[in-house]
Structure formats: C-alpha cells, structure tokens
C-alpha cells in the first residue's frame, strides 16, 4: 500500500489521475473502519486531511460552498442558520468523536442509502462539485446517487466542495433509530419549505436504493398550499393535506427488509416523519409571518 | 513508512508503519503507550479517545500517516496536560518528580474524582472517558447534565452504567468551582 500525501488541491487532482484506484480518505471515519477490518486493501490511500481548502466555507452568496472535508461539529457551529436542515442531521451522526472527523464529502463519497446529510442536501437543493485535471462539473445532488454506496463521481475526480441552498425558510430533520447517539438510521426524513418559490423540497434517507425526494409528495404539496391560500394566510396545513402528502411520501420508498427495520416499518415510520416534520416547519413559519385565519 | 509527531508534548517517530495502520496500532505497538484501549476498531466505543490537535477523535479510525506533524494528547498526558493548563509548567513539574512508593501519582484533577466518584470498575473504558471528560471541563466547566451526556456519548462503559461516571464529571467540575 502507498500513503499518497499531497500538499495541494492541485496535488490531489494529479494523484488521483496517475491512481484512479487511489481510496480518498477525509476524516477516514468510513475508510478506517473497512481498512480495520480487512474489507479494503487499496494500493493507494489519497490523504485529503492535509488540504486546508476542503476544510473551509464560502457562505457570500445564495449558496454555502461547503469544502468536502469540514466535520459535522464544525458545520453544526458555524452554519447552522445558513443550514439548518443540515447542522439538524449532523447532529445525528455518531457521536462527538465522529463529528469531528467525519465529513459531508466523505457521506457523499461513501454514497450510503443511510447517510445523514443526503436528506438534507435534497432538500435543500445542492450540487456536488466535482473535479479532475479535466475540469470541474456541478452534479445536482439528486443525479450524484447512482446505486448503492454507489455515485456519479469518475474514477479520477474528487468533490472539491457541495453547494448548498441557504436556507430562507424553515428546515427540519428527522431519524428513527434505536438511541439518540450512534446509530445508523434505520430511516430518515428531512424537508426545506422554499417560501419564495413557494415550494416544498424533501428527501428520505435508507428507504430506498438510494436517497430520493418525494416528488409526487412535494407537488401535490405546493398545489395544495397555493389552492388553499396557506402561503399568504399562514393558515395551518389542513390536516387532510398533511395525511395525503404523508402517504405520498410514503408512496416514494422503496426500502427493504434487514436487520435495522422491515420495508413495512420504514414505509409507516417515514409517513409518520413527513407529517411530523411537516407540522414544525409550517409551525415555525407561521410564526415568522404572524398567525394568520384559517386557510381560505 | 516513518511518521513523526508529537505525542503528550514530546517529538515521537514512527518507523516501519504500514500505510493503512491507525493511529492506535502506532500509540500502543510502537510507542508503548497502551493507555489508549482498543476494544472495537470501528469507532463505537470510545476508549481509544485521544486529542488529535486538540480535538477528541477515535484514534482507531486516523490512518497513522494522517497525524504526521500533528499533536497527540493521549491518557497518558493527562496530568501533565491539566496541570500545564493550571499554570504550572511541564519543567518544574518534571524537576519535583520523585518516584512515588506510596503509589500517591500526581493525577489529573478528572482523574481523581473518577476514583473519588467509584467511576472506575473494570477500568478499559476509563482512559477514553478520561480524555472526553477533561476536553468538555476544558470548554465548557460548568456543563448541564445534558451537556456531559452529549459530550461522553460516543463512550461506551459495560460496567458502571454511567451514573458514577456523570456523578465524576459532576465532581471534577464543583471541585475546579471551588478552587478558582
Ligand atoms: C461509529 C460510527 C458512527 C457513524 N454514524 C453515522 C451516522 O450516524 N450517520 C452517517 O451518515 N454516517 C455515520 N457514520 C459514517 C461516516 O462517519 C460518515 O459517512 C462520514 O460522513 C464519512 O466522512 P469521512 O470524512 O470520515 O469519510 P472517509 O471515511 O474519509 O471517506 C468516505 C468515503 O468517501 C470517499 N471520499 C472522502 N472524501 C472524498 C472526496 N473529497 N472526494 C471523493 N471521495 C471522497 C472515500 O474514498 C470513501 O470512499 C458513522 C461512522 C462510524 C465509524
Ligand atoms: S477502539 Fe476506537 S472507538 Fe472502539
Ligand atoms: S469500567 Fe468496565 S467498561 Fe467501563
């Protein structure tokens, strides 16, 4: 095995050309483990942990430029009001120690149905900025989830960084699992309300292949709202909605049975979650635009 | 491969290090410092807690090469580590040094109500607890119960069932209340 070590980004992109089978490692919270127990042997592990710019931020603009190696505990600190949706689901991960290593590039490269920040991302509304010394694309992160643990990267690119919509609505995360610390999600559920556009974004974690957004879900949600006013009024969603889009997120699963939670349970516990979640940020919104009447 | 860093304050080299070794194999197998437990490989339980630039991480799941030029702070530096942070410098404390028959060893104040708490059963999850322990008192020492929960969550004990573990942060943290 070799310990590729670059300085530099432009390093990193050269090595990864030369070693297109060189494993990344950020914060090696997923690499370790399969290293540990004999279920990697790569000829090349690529070092990220030394590239000062994957560890930063731009949050000028409508977008966070999230450098791919910045740790959940730093995300939850500093960008929690730009993303809310995400700092909620990075504080799920693991535990302390996690949080301090592990990374949302690092989520995205692992490309897990389970991974926390996928449903956020979603919905959001993110990119993946990919790069290789051919050039730099901007992946919309519904397209980066290919398969399980499997993603649209090529074999010489690297995520240089996700841009992520700052939020300008309320954001809510939400995972079943058996205790509040250290478990893989048994399922998840995040949701962004976009007031400007007057839409409704969601995405659900390891209750299908890959992570997906309910887009029948939203639809029917944004016409629903638009239909009944609510946007303009602050009316409470009426609880027929809430049901239905419910059942429609419940209707974009397509999860199966193991040993965290039965394809049954998990299409139940994301309905459940799409309503719950529903309620608190239509509650908080209302709240920032006056209780209105009821809907019209 | 060679990796050189320092550890507990002291320059530390490494030599013949396998490229996918962790830091924790390097600590415990090449440096002997075995205060660092190894119990699960995978970042679940904690007891291989160390401070990677200050930060408290699993040193199971750092590839040896990624602490190159880094700081280490293991259980092993404790003492020294709380006392420097009290004012006292590491050389003086190393020019009183006499060895200890009465088995009276200088402990960091953490480490003392662990003891003084009944904390310590078995003692394998004790040096992870200890390193996550004195990083929380170090931010934040006046912690909320919730906060001690929060910050030692990524610890596993099999013995104690954590309440003389909280009662020990609680004490470390009354105790450094009373002496300011
Ligand atoms: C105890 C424990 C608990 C965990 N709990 C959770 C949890 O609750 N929720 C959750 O989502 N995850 C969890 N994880 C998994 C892991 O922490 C996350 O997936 C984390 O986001 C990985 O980030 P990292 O920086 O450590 O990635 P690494 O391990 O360094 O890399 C992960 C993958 O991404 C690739 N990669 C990394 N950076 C890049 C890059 N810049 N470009 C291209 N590829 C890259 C690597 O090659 C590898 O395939 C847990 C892991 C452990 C050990
Ligand atoms: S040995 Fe590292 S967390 Fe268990
Ligand atoms: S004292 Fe035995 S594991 Fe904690």
Redesign the interface.
């Known amino acids: 095995m070799d310990f590729l070590r670059p300085a530099d980004w432009e390093e990193a992109l050269a090595a990864k050309a030369e070693h297109p089978s060189a494993v990344p490692i950020a914060g090696g919270t997923d690499v370790m483990v399969e290293i540990n127990f004999d279920h990697r042997r790569p000829e090349h592990l690529l070092d990220l942990s030394r590239i000062g710019e994957l560890h930063e931020w731009d949050a000028d603009g409508p977008d966070v430029r999230l450098g791919a190696a910045v740790p959940y505990a730093r995300i939850i600190d500093h960008l929690h009001t730009e993303l809310p949706g995400l700092a909620l689901a990075a504080h799920t991960v693991g535990s302390p120690q996690i949080r301090n290593r592990g990374s949302v590039g690092g989520n995205l490269g692992a490309a897990s149905p389970a991974g926390d920040s996928h449903p956020a991302l979603l919905a959001a509304g993110a990119e993946v900025e990919a790069q290789s010394v051919r050039g730099t694309r901007l992946i919309p992160v519904e397209e980066f989830y290919t398969g399980v643990k499997r993603n649209a990267l090529a074999p010489d690119e690297l995520i240089r960084a996700v841009h992520i919509r700052k939020a300008t609505g309320p954001q809510q995360f939400s995972k079943v699992g058996t205790r509040n610390a250290m478990v893989i999600a048994v399922c998840a559920f995040g949701i962004a309300l976009h007031p400007e556009s007057r839409t409704v974004r969601t995405g659900i974690g390891s209750a299908a292949p890959t992570p997906v957004r309910a887009g029948v879900a939203e639809e029917f949600l944004a016409a629903a709202l638009a239909e009944a006013g609510c946007w303009d009024s602050g009316a409470p969603v009426p609880p027929s909605v809430a049901r239905e889009f419910a059942e429609l997120a419940s209707g974009a699963c397509n999860p199966i049975d193991d040993v965290r939670g039965s394809a049954a349970y998990r299409r139940r516990a994301v309905a459940v979650m799409a309503r719950r979640t529903l309620g608190w940020v239509w509650e908080e919104y209302r709240g920032t635009q006056g209780r209105g009447t009821l809907c019209a | 491969?060679r990796v050189t860093f320092t550890v507990n304050g002291r320059p530390q080299e490494a030599d013949d290090v396998?490229?996918?070794e962790?830091l924790l194999y390097v600590l415990r197998e090449r440096l002997g410092l075995p205060g660092s437990k190894n119990a699960c490989?995978?970042?679940?339980c904690?007891s291989c807690?160390v401070r990677l630039d200050g930060?408290?991480?699993?040193a199971?799941?750092?590839?040896a090469?990624?602490a190159?030029g880094r700081e280490v702070g293991t259980v092993e530096g404790l003492a020294d580590h709380a006392a420097r942070r009290a004012g006292g410098t590491s050389a003086d404390r190393a020019r009183q040094w006499r060895p200890d028959p009465a088995d009276t060893v200088e402990l960091a104040p953490v480490q003392r109500a662990f003891i003084d708490a009944g904390a310590v059963q078995c003692g394998f999850c004790t040096p992870g607890l200890l390193v996550?322990a004195d990083e929380l008192l170090e931010h934040n020492p006046d912690p909320s119960d919730a906060d001690i929960r929060?910050?030692l969550?990524?610890?596993l004990c099999r013995c104690t069932g954590y309440e003389k573990i909280l009662d020990a942060v609680r004490l470390a943290a009354a105790r450094a209340a009373e002496g300011d």
């Open positions: 491969m396998w490229e996918g962790s490989e995978q970042g679940e904690g807690t930060v408290p991480v699993c199971c799941l750092v590839a090469g990624q190159e996550a929060e910050a969550s990524g610890n």
